[in-house]
């Protein structure tokens, strides 16, 4: 029986062996399965797993027709890491030997690959030597880093860097504005930024030993998004032009800066809004800050006599003129405390209707037409109606709402001036909306730069109003606009300012400038009009300022004539086949 | 596995046995137990070709992440290579460039006495003069005035640098040829248009040849 005892205490202890060693990896399985799996499994990923971002594409920006005006592309940088960089053995093209390539030659090798001076690689590459990072390049083209590929550097890696491109330059660069290195710096880059806007994703992934995805590892963090594509109603074809002819002119006349906006009357889409000088995107710092915007939209001025025709519309509205009111005008009208009107040429009393004035763009005679609408508010009314006061619809970056002061600031001469455009001020785009009100039957549309914009998903966003308010009536501007032909058919500028053909309404404005010594020997020169006049399709304003060789509204004529002509060709209108309206201009 | 730890403790009433002259006979458990080898048999070939299937599927399965990896490769390659080419078109059909390429060939555009035609009536509205190089956009001012630096690579069309020396002879031939006859180069004839064009003949409408 002792046998029998000595078997059974050593197979209890066997067991009690056994059980402590299942005991003592039953614990260590739970602590590795459960106590601190999620810290394994952690280590263990990031061993395994790559976090990458994923590039989101910053939408397009095109124009009415669909041309491309600013393009999200893929650039590359070139980086290097300066610990590793040695001479290297390179493959002979043949494949079978290898040739030694000392460092200095790789350099100049990338130098020419990537367009960056030897000295600047040789620096990146020598400033911390022990450091295992460094740019070669930034932003070198497909084209350059297939270049820098095929040299097979080793110790040279290149990095995805979405980019963004004008391919049309400074075509309508003053309203797309660009982007920075720290995101959309300008212009509809920042407004329309919740459009075209992308947002970069993250995802990871598990790679084996030799860097190849494992399948069905990818795990997405954050999605990336798309940006919109923004579709402005700019035409860039006629968008260049209209830029070209600016800047050919503004330099002839040494102008401080013009502006050339045509809106479509129908719907206030703008067609073209042109400034000089203006930005290429491309190359931001090729102009001065303060040229980076649209000087359109952003520049209030005094504009002269181009107000007079919203002065004869709003009285045709009001019932007290017609085409052919009587007035005998002086060649000055004194109005007291030493304050007087006079008109740009000396004259003594001249018979003309309310036509006769606008023609001849005579102050004096406006005022005396200005008497018989004597409630300041209705007038200044007529004038907020027509958009002055207050932004355009479009709402660009950095737009004025010109002034028109409230009337109980208005004295003697004020009370007139505002009517002739002086004492008041409004942007070249609030001109133009005005004049499309008048070619518009007299419904003020909301101006609009900006089509649409098509999310990925297709939706649509960022539609236009299509909401008009109706300023004066259509008999008045219908007659307004007839009343404009004259201008074109027997004024000074008949003879430049004809288009064979064609009836065009137009009124020139001469607005003296006002410095810190009021008004001085500056002026703003402008053309707005209307084409073809007997149903107008596109309103056209052309303003220089401050020219230094010729002064006077004279010489906005020939590009008031070429913009008219291209509008004609491009936006396909046919001849005018009614005589143009003829209002006499004395009695 | 289990089909043993049953089979254990039948065998031990057998065995407290002294041995007699009787031959052994399977119980009947035991006979039935016997085919039981045969599913063990069956089982473990099921599992073998089990972890045979899978490894194989696994083998396709990382083959097949190399090709997707190879394939995405070069689907991303060739998306950059079609964007930097669309992007290249883009640039090159950008309005300055087909102006300034255009007047490079002598193409005028100018708008300085159009001419229209109505088609209600076939009038001819304006009177036509020959465009003059120094009326056009580009030419007739200092060049492009609408800068694009991304165009500052980008030669003329008319541009020639490097072609066969024989063309090359021609062309300059050509241009002295245009040289001696008082015709810019690169402009629009300043010769007066010929008795057939419709410019020169404000009056009359050409008879057309086509539809």
Redesign the interface.
């Given at each position: 029986m002792n046998d029998a005892r000595k078997t059974k205490r050593r197979s209890a202890l066997a067991v009690l062996v056994i059980f402590a060693v299942v005991a003592l990896f039953v614990v260590r399985l739970v602590d590795i399965q459960v106590v601190s799996a999620a810290d394994l499994n952690e280590k263990s990923l990031s061993k395994r797993s790559v976090s990458q971002t994923t590039y989101g594409s910053r939408g397009n920006i095109i124009d009415t027709n669909g041309?491309?005006l600013a393009?999200s592309?893929?650039r590359f940088d070139i980086t290097a890491s300066p610990l590793l960089v040695d001479t290297f053995d390179r493959k002979s093209e043949d494949g079978k030997s290898t040739v030694e390539v000392a460092v200095v030659d790789a350099i100049n090798e990338l130098a020419v690959a990537t367009g960056a001076t030897a000295a600047d690689i040789t620096t990146a590459l020598t400033e911390k030597p022990g450091s295992n990072f460094a740019y070669v390049a930034k932003s070198v083209?497909?084209?350059q880093l297939t270049a820098v590929r095929a040299l097979g550097i080793p110790w040279v890696y290149d990095v995805l860097h979405p980019s963004r491109?004008?391919?049309?330059?400074?075509?309508a660069g003053n309203l797309v504005g660009f982007i920075g290195t720290d995101g959309p710096q300008n212009g509809l880059e920042v407004t329309e930024d919740s459009c075209v806007g992308s947002s970069n994703g993250t995802s990871t992934y598990e790679r084996?030993a030799d860097g190849?995805?494992?399948?069905g590892s990818t795990v997405t963090t954050k999605q990336a998004t798309d940006g919109g594509t923004l579709k402005l109603t700019i035409d860039?074809?006629f968008q260049?032009?209209a830029?070209?002819?600016l800047?050919?002119r503004s330099?002839e006349l040494g102008a401080d800066w013009g502006t050339i906006v045509v809106v479509r009357v129908s719907d206030g889409h703008l067609m073209a809004v042109a400034d000089y000088p203006s930005v290429?995107p491309?190359?931001v710092d090729?102009v001065s800050s303060s040229d980076l915007g649209s000087r359109a939209f952003s520049s209030p001025f005094e504009p002269g006599s181009t107000m007079k025709s919203l002065t004869i519309a709003s009285l045709l509205d009001a019932g007290t003129i017609t085409p052919t009111t009587q007035v005998n005008v002086p060649g000055r009208r004194d109005l007291g405390n030493g304050q007087s009107i006079k008109d740009s040429w000396a004259h003594g009393d001249i018979r003309y209707t309310a036509t006769g004035i606008l023609t001849n763009s005579s102050n004096i005679g406006t005022s005396f037409l200005t008497d018989s609408l004597s409630n300041k508010e209705t007038r200044r009314d007529y004038m907020t109606k027509f958009g002055m006061n207050s932004l355009t619809a479009v709402g660009f970056q950095g737009e004025s709402s010109g002034l028109v002061r409230p009337t109980s600031q208005w004295d003697a001469v004020t009370n007139y001036a505002v009517q002739f455009g002086q004492g008041m001020t409004a942007t070249s785009a609030q001109m133009a909306s005005a004049y499309q009100a008048l070619g518009n039957g007299g419904v003020h549309m909301p101006l609009t730069l900006v089509e649409g914009c098509t999310m990925p998903d297709g939706t649509v966003t960022d539609l236009p109003s299509t909401e008009g308010t109706r300023v004066v009536s259509e008999a008045a501007a219908d007659t307004t606009v007839a009343m404009m032909e004259n201008v074109v058919t027997q004024g000074s500028l008949k003879n430049t300012l004809t288009?064979?053909?064609?009836n065009v309404a137009a009124k020139t404005g001469t607005a003296e400038v006002a410095d810190a010594n009021g008004y001085g020997s500056d002026r703003i020169i402008s053309i707005a009009g209307l084409v073809p006049a007997e149903a107008p399709e596109y309103a056209i304003v052309v303003t220089f300022a401050k020219p230094d060789t010729m002064k006077t509204s004279g010489a906005v004529a020939?590009t008031f004539?070429?913009i008219t002509?291209?509008v004609?060709?491009t936006f396909k209108i046919?001849?005018s086949?009614v005589p143009a309206t003829t209002y006499p201009l004395n009695f | 596995m289990s089909n043993l730890a049953f089979a254990t403790p039948l065998r031990s009433p057998v065995e407290e046995f002294p041995a007699r002259h009787i031959e052994i006979v399977s119980s009947r458990e035991q006979r039935r137990a016997r085919p039981r080898v045969f599913y063990a048999v069956v089982v473990v070939i099921g599992l073998f070709v089990l972890f045979m299937a899978q490894l194989l599927l696994s083998i396709v399965?990382?083959d097949?992440?190399?090709r997707?990896?190879a394939l995405q490769n070069s689907q991303r390659d060739l998306g950059?290579?079609q964007?930097?080419l669309s992007?290249q078109l883009?640039?090159l059909?950008?309005?300055?460039n087909l102006?300034t390429q255009a007047e490079s060939l002598g193409m005028v555009?100018s708008?300085?006495s159009?001419?229209?035609l109505?088609?209600?009536d076939g009038?001819i509205?304006?009177?036509a003069t020959a465009a003059d190089a120094g009326e056009s956009?580009?030419t007739?001012?200092?060049g492009?005035?609408?800068?694009?630096?991304?165009?500052a690579g980008v030669p003329l069309v008319t541009a020639t640098p490097d072609v066969d020396p024989a063309i090359a002879a021609d062309a300059a031939a050509a241009a002295a040829a245009g040289a001696a006859a008082g015709t810019p180069v690169a402009g629009a004839p300043t010769a007066p248009p010929t008795a057939d064009s419709v410019a020169s003949n404000p009056t009359t409408l050409p008879s057309p040849v086509t539809r």
């Open positions: 041309n491309v393009d592309v893929d083209t497909l084209e491109t004008y391919p049309m330059g400074s075509v084996g190849i995805r494992i399948p860039s074809d260049w032009y830029q070209q002819t800047a050919q330099i290429d491309n190359n090729g288009v064979p053909g064609y020939t004539k070429k002509t291209q004609i060709k046919a001849p086949t | 399965v990382s097949g992440a190399y997707i990896a950059r290579e964007q930097a992007e883009d640039l059909s950008s309005p300055q102006a555009l708008n300085t159009p001419v229209f109505r088609l209600a009038a509205l304006g009177s956009v580009i007739g001012s200092a492009s005035l609408v800068p694009n630096s991304l165009l």
